[in-house]
């Protein structure tokens, strides 16, 4: 069984979630491994995008999505979107067959996260929040 992280209290995977990452998307691109290492520093901050969920199995890591605030500018008003959705291949299709994936899925994980931030949207839209948080200061894009 595996547990799923915020990627704030995992960074330790940060390297190869950049390889898989890169490989997946980006080699051909002409950016550089390192260049997704450094783009993931964006994750670790204190703000709800993006954000970054890690899953993995003790220390071993099984796969990892992203929650960004779009992925194409063509479409920003569909926010957030979840992004760089991975799992290791040893691992995929090991949820129960009769569910949409296990309990505790990355995917699970990064849609529920999704759902918080349209709601913490909607709540400030009208203007700032008890504590004075606005939309654009919550998502920081």
Same mark, same amino acid.
């Given at each position: 069984?595996y /547990? *799923?992280?915020d990627y ?7 390297p *190869? *979630?950049a390889?898989?990452v890169w490989?997946?998307?980006?080699q051909? @691109?002409?950016l550089?491994?390192?260049d ?10 204190p703000?709800a995008?993006p954000t970054?969920?890690?899953?993995h ?5 099984v ?5 960004i605030?779009?992925d ?12 760089a959705?991975?799992?290791?291949e040893?691992?995929r ?5 009769q569910q949409k ?10 849609? /529920? ?5 349209l709601?913490?949207i ?7 929040? @008890?504590n004075g948080?606005?939309?654009?200061? *919550?998502?920081?894009?």
């Open positions: 069984m /547990s *799923i992280s704030r209290d995992c960074q330790s995977h940060g *190869i *979630i390889e898989r490989t997946a998307w980006w051909d @691109s002409g550089k491994v390192g997704v290492l450094e783009h993931l520093k964006e994750m670790t901050n703000h995008l970054g969920f890690v899953a199995d003790g220390d071993a890591y796969g990892s999505a992203f929650l605030h779009c194409l500018e063509e479409r920003p008003h569909y926010l957030p979107w979840v992004a959705l991975w799992v290791e040893d691992r299709r090991s949820g129960r067959p994936g296990p309990p505790n899925s990355v995917t699970r994980r990064a849609t /529920s996260a999704a759902r918080q931030v709601r913490t909607t709540s400030t839209a009208a203007g700032p929040s @008890s948080a606005s939309a654009s200061t *919550i998502l920081r894009c």
